[in-house]
């Protein structure tokens, strides 16, 4: 994954698993935390777990029929 502002290359920092956090389970399973080693921006990529991208999908079928 390359950075939105300058396009280079980031640097993984670490994740954090979400699961166990009563504000996020619902919603995001992990996040992710990026740097750029150019300019320094910070990134946080946050993933949705499985049973919340199924709904997505479902909700996206529903709207196509
Ligand atoms: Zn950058």
Redesign the pocket.
Known sequence: MN??????E?IHKGDNRLDNDDEYRDIYDMVTYLK?P????TVETYRRPIHVISKLHTVREKDAS
């Open positions: 950075c939105y502002y300058c396009g280079t980031l750029c150019r300019c320094g921006a």
